[in-house]
């Protein structure tokens, strides 16, 4: 007989990122709030040069989120003088990032994913019009692209890359991080993903002078360095407690990646064997890639039926996206047949994967999972 589960396992645990840091976190408050530092103050500064040390990057810019942070990393690339110019992107990808290339001024172009998630060279190249400006590749679940394919496409084609890093701090494709391919990316501070805050957060990553330049008036008001404004500009800048608490959290990240990494393998090494699932790679398997896992994306045969089992267990799983990808919603007016894409996404499910997960429970999970296939 199946046991009866008796507590269940979110699929993520927000009270967590409080609580488990409770002490620090309050001291970092008070610190902060006695201090008067809450815009553009210290803490801010100090953060963006200590993610930059330890992306190998020679910009970092605060920002209020990673969709401000996608649009305005195109403006600062050129683009938003002409709306036909069109931007390559895989529809595997929350709709922010399309949203972006819309509201920066740009035509947003889906394009398919490959065997593992993330957008497919080929149909990049397949893609491409006179009309093409740039790629925009979203570094999925802490895994990045195969940036040499794309950045050789971009070459051969006079294009620009920029990346939707969200979900990659920490990801590398032959050594080299996640969000220092392009001229400029976007990652995320939201407090599910790698390295989160307690609110809305994100930066732009640049390695170009004057994309920076650009950047800093883009994300207050129009200002240069000085105060002086030159520009027209938005408000979009990292509030300062948050970049408080997420400079105290960089100092632990390599032993965060390192227990996601953990969890990775202890679900390759129970689930690795059904054959009605797919794993993403093993940590211990990535080649040119060292993964971080940001989410554990599996498909699975019969997927609606294993995520009914599993929330009859007390397991919560989610379908990303809503369930769908960016050309499958009807409202934003693609045409793009991509049947690679509609096939994945009747399989696509996402396992509990953070850092408030124990052993016991990843077991418990994979409990579930072989009953239900083998049971």
């Not at 050129?78 to 920066?104: K, L, N, Q, Y």
């Not at 799983?317 to 047949?337: D, E, N």
């Amino acid at each position: 007989m199946t046991p009866v589960q008796t507590r269940s396992i979110p699929f993520f645990n927000y009270p967590h990122l409080f609580t488990s840091e409770e002490e620090e976190l309050v001291a970092i408050f008070r610190d902060v709030g006695r201090r008067g530092a809450f815009i553009l103050q210290q803490d801010l500064e100090r953060f963006e040069r200590n993610l930059a040390s330890y992306l190998g990057a020679k910009h970092v810019l605060g920002v209020a989120n990673a969709t401000d942070g996608l649009i305005i990393a195109l403006r600062a690339a050129g683009f938003g003088s002409d709306p036909r110019e069109e931007v390559i992107f895989s529809s595997h990808t929350m709709v922010a990032t399309a949203s972006a290339i819309h509201f920066a001024g740009g035509t947003p172009v889906p394009v398919e994913c490959g065997l593992d998630h993330l957008i497919d060279p080929a149909s990049v190249e397949a893609a491409i019009t006179p009309r093409t400006r740039a790629i925009l590749p979203t570094q999925l679940n802490g895994r990045t692209a195969d940036m040499e394919a794309l950045q050789d496409i971009a070459r051969r084609h006079g294009l620009q890359i920029l990346e939707d890093a969200a979900q990659a701090l920490g990801s590398r494709f032959n050594g080299q991080g996640a969000s220092t391919f392009g001229a400029a990316a976007a990652i995320s501070f939201f407090p599910a993903k790698l390295l989160g805050c307690l609110g809305d957060g994100g930066c732009v990553v640049t390695n170009d002078d004057a994309v920076y330049d650009r950047l800093l008036q883009l994300h207050d008001h129009g200002r240069r360095a000085d105060g002086e404004i030159i520009s027209w500009g938005l408000n979009s800048r990292l509030d300062n407690l948050q970049a408080a608490i997420l400079d105290y959290r960089l100092d632990s990240y390599p032993v965060a990646i390192q227990r996601r990494r953990e969890v990775a393998s202890l679900y390759q090494a129970r689930l690795g064997e059904i054959e009605e699932l797919t794993l993403p790679p093993a940590p211990t398997s990535a080649g040119r890639h060292f993964d971080v896992y940001q989410n554990y994306e599996i498909e699975a045969q019969r997927r609606d039926q294993l995520r009914e089992h599993l929330k009859g267990r007390g397991i919560a799983t989610i379908i990303q996206w809503g369930g769908k990808a960016v050309h499958q919603w009807p409202a934003l007016g693609f045409t793009q047949r991509l049947p690679f894409t509609d096939a994945l996404f009747e399989r696509l499910l996402l396992l509990p994967m953070n850092l408030s997960l124990t052993d016991n429970e990843i077991h418990e999970v994979c409990d579930a999972i072989e009953d239900f296939y083998r049971g």
